[in-house]
């Protein structure tokens, strides 16, 4: 006979109480939650101090590289001694792309030339560079798992 059995047996009616208060108990475990997790992104090879770097983070391919309506977060940061760092934080583990921009001019937009070739600093992680267009969120994607991700992403002009 179980011990709990032989315990409770002495008490009438004291089963069900112990049951009825260690129910919520049990029943109320919660989903193990995922750990946050952060990207850190360090931006160099910035041609000046001009401006203001542009960083974008997407979860999903719709809408990468450009479209600031689609991403995940959107951060501005000054640019020192040719760098920036764009840090996003409270993130759930997962795979993310950063996009980043030098927008010299602070109009907040890309420049670009007659032809649709930007004239101004761009870049985004895994250093991905598109062929005639934009580079692919599966090409620039990174696993973010918990704690802190550090990428390099070098600016291209």
């Known amino acids: 006979m ?6 409770f047996r002495n008490f009438p009616g004291s089963a069900s109480v112990f049951i009825l208060v260690m129910s919520p108990i049990f029943s109320a475990r919660a989903e193990p939650q995922k750990s946050a997790a952060a990207i850190d992104a360090e931006i160099y090879g910035l041609k000046n101090d001009d401006g203001k770097v542009g960083c974008l983070l997407f979860a999903q391919a719709e809408g990468f590289p450009s479209k600031s309506k689609k991403a995940k977060a959107q951060l501005w940061v000054k640019v020192q001694q040719n760098k920036a760092r764009c840090t996003f934080e409270g993130l759930v583990p997962g795979w993310y792309a950063v ?3 030098h927008d010299a001019n602070n109009n907040a937009k890309m420049d670009t030339n007659f032809v649709g070739i930007p004239s101004e600093g761009y870049g985004a992680s895994n250093d991905v560079k598109g062929f005639m267009g934009p580079p692919k969120f599966a090409d620039a994607k990174i696993e973010v798992s918990e704690g802190t991700k550090k990428v390099r992403i070098k600016m291209n002009y």
């Open 2 to 7: 179980p011990l709990h059995y032989r315990f």
């Open 99 to 101: 996009a980043v921009l």
